[in-house]
């Protein structure tokens, strides 16, 4: 039985408030052979300082960063250890101090997080963020290798040497315990590759109806192929500043606020512990729930999700999630893995995560829309990027900026695409704040960040 000690629950407290004012992204795509790393890493940072409505220009931009984090799962996949000091003397960046961040699929998350403790601290009032992943440079078999190995390899990794083999038995478990159904799951495929659509950077986008997910291939059962993620080459970037300095590149950047959790990664040894409630959560609410299955959070639920939850509610001053957020980017990277987190996150107790894909709330114009940007089913997992992307989707969202980065037909150019005719706005209106989640593994590090509305 996990229990904390006296002062394991201290929320954190900026010492001084953080803001991101500018993103940027490649194109996300299956192999990318015309690029090197540390050229993608480019496109991406140069959409974020030319793209974004700056104050200042480019070059000023780049001459007011003091300090860089850089995100990247494996270094496996280049071949090339240290491949943040490549990419930040590339970028142009040299002496000015840089450190690589690795925590699996939360990797994007905590890096955005070590940037954020940058800019609160007063190391730096402005700060870069990048990741990528080149899953282009082996095959899939190998790449799904490597992934897998970032499972406790005394227990998961030979369960199956593929992450969906890690998720299956969560989903039989889930099924059983809180009476999903296997439709249920393929409505978030459908939704998340729907919305893709209308992404010009997405990967896998796609118009499917229910049966067409049921009747997909099998990955590792429950879970068929078109409700997992797939293997990405790309990059992303944020730009991280203090308060002075984000009201001097931009009308309109976004507080943040930002905590992470972590969690064994054996996930058949997971040791239980007491929910943690979160502000909208009353004691003894979950008494029946754990009465039926008392080892939270079993194969049902990831601690580190409803920890980081906890602490970032709190840090942000979050009474009840589904009543203030305006819109949520999830970690789906298995329809599975979506649907678990809406409990760990407060838009569904415990117990009740499908309604929130069946009472419509999950959709646009629903209460609280998720992964308008097409998630990681529609559009990426390009690792080390995934959690920094899924920040600059939330800030365009709230920057009133869909359209400009999802619209304009320069953007599906630069994809090599063309701008589909059912191409539609799913620009949220008015959003105030919006949340995001980045996760590793089965739940092994967690990262849950909200972006406010500064202006």
């Not at 409505?187 to 049921?214: F, I, S, W």
């Not at 609280?368 to 992307?389: E, F, R, Y």
Request: net charge neutral; proline share 5%.
């Amino acid at each position: 039985m996990i229990k904390f000690g006296e002062g394991n629950l201290r929320v954190p407290k900026w010492s001084k408030r953080v803001f991101m004012v500018a993103g940027g992204c490649t194109p996300f795509r299956k192999y990318f052979p015309e690029y090197k790393l540390e050229e993608l890493v480019m496109i991406a940072f140069k959409m974020m300082l030319e793209d974004n409505d700056l104050k200042l220009s480019p070059k000023q931009i780049k001459d007011s960063i003091q300090f860089a984090v850089y995100g990247e799962f494996a270094d496996h996949f280049q071949d090339q250890l240290l491949c943040e000091s490549k990419v930040h003397d590339y970028l142009g960046l040299d002496p000015l101090y840089n450190v690589g961040i690795k925590t699996g699929g939360a990797t994007g998350g905590s890096a955005v997080l070590m940037g954020a403790q940058a800019i609160a601290s007063g190391y730096a009032n402005c700060c870069l963020v990048a990741g990528w992943e080149r899953m282009d440079e082996v095959d899939t078999r190998t790449g799904n290798f490597y992934i897998s190995t970032a499972a406790c390899k005394d227990f998961e990794t030979r369960m199956g040497r593929i992450y969906s083999s890690y998720y299956a038995p969560m989903a039989n478990r889930f099924a059983w315990a809180y009476e999903l159904s296997e439709v249920t799951r393929a409505k978030v495929a459908v939704k998340n590759r729907g919305y893709a659509v209308m992404n010009p950077n997405a990967q896998q986008p796609g118009v499917h109806t229910v049966e067409e997910v049921l009747a997909s291939r099998m990955s590792a059962y429950p879970l068929r192929f078109l409700e997992c993620c797939a293997m990405t080459a790309g990059a992303a970037s944020v730009l991280l500043c203090d308060e002075e300095m984000a009201y001097k590149l931009s009308d309109h950047p976004v507080e943040v606020f930002i905590c992470g959790g972590s969690h064994t990664l054996r996930v058949a040894d997971r040791r239980p512990m007491e929910i943690p409630l979160l502000p909208n959560e009353q004691p003894g609410q979950y008494d029946a729930l754990l009465k039926e299955n008392p080892r939270w959070p079993g194969f049902e639920s990831f601690l580190a999700a409803r920890f980081a939850a906890w602490l970032c509610y709190r840090m942000a001053g979050i009474k009840d999630p589904l009543e203030e957020l305006d819109l949520v980017e999830l970690h789906d990277a298995f329809t599975i893995s979506d649907i678990q987190t809406y409990g760990d996150i407060g838009l569904r107790p415990y117990g009740q995560e499908p309604d929130y894909i069946e009472s419509g709330d999950a959709y646009f114009g629903g209460k609280c829309p998720a992964n308008l940007s097409g998630g990681l089913l529609g559009t990426m997992h390009a690792v080390g990027a995934t959690g920094i992307w899924q920040a600059a989707e939330v800030l365009w969202q709230i920057q009133g900026k869909y359209d400009q980065f999802h619209g304009d037909p320069k953007w599906w150019k630069r994809a090599g695409k063309k701008k589909p005719k059912q191409w539609t706005s799913l620009q949220v209106p008015n959003p105030r704040q919006g949340l995001w989640v980045s996760h590793a593994g089965v739940g092994s590090h967690v990262t849950v960040g909200i972006l406010r509305k500064a202006w």
